[in-house]
């Protein structure tokens, strides 16, 4: 079992940034390729990055690529998403989830996850 808690999330003006954070439970946070994804009110989960076991992958979503990026730290048992130049656009839920494979990163389906945390609220301002 692996429990994910994501933390990091809040208000921010536009053109700012935040940082999130996703702490996992477990011994086995090495053996999982991350992801971020968010969810704005009426709008369907949107994948955002992933990040392989390794952490020598990363993939990005066309939406986010260039202002976001994605890293981990399997000492801490902890994933990363460093956003910059925020819109009011990001406006939504961020969840981070687990997918256990030791492939290379890519776009998953939300079905192809195991674990997903409770998500954090981030609100864009203009």
């Known amino acids: 079992q692996v429990q994910l808690v994501e933390s990091g999330g809040g208000l921010v003006q536009a053109g700012g940034s935040l940082r999130l954070s996703c702490a996992a439970s477990?011994?086995?946070?090495?053996?999982?390729?991350m992801s971020w994804f968010r969810q704005a009110p009426g709008k369907e989960r949107e994948f955002l990055a992933d990040i392989s076991w390794t952490g020598v992958y990363t993939y990005y979503a066309d939406s986010v690529k260039g202002r976001f990026t994605i890293s981990r730290d399997n000492a801490k048992n902890t994933v990363y998403l460093q956003m910059n130049s925020l819109k009011p656009e990001d406006t939504a839920v961020y969840y981070c989830?687990?997918?256990?494979?030791?492939?290379?990163?890519?776009?998953?389906?939300?079905?192809?996850?195991?674990?997903w945390g409770q998500g954090t609220q981030i609100t864009v301002s203009s």
């Open positions: 989830a687990a997918c256990k494979t030791f492939g290379i990163a890519t776009m998953r389906r939300v079905d192809e996850y195991d674990y």
């Open positions: 477990g011994r086995t946070f090495s053996t999982y390729a």
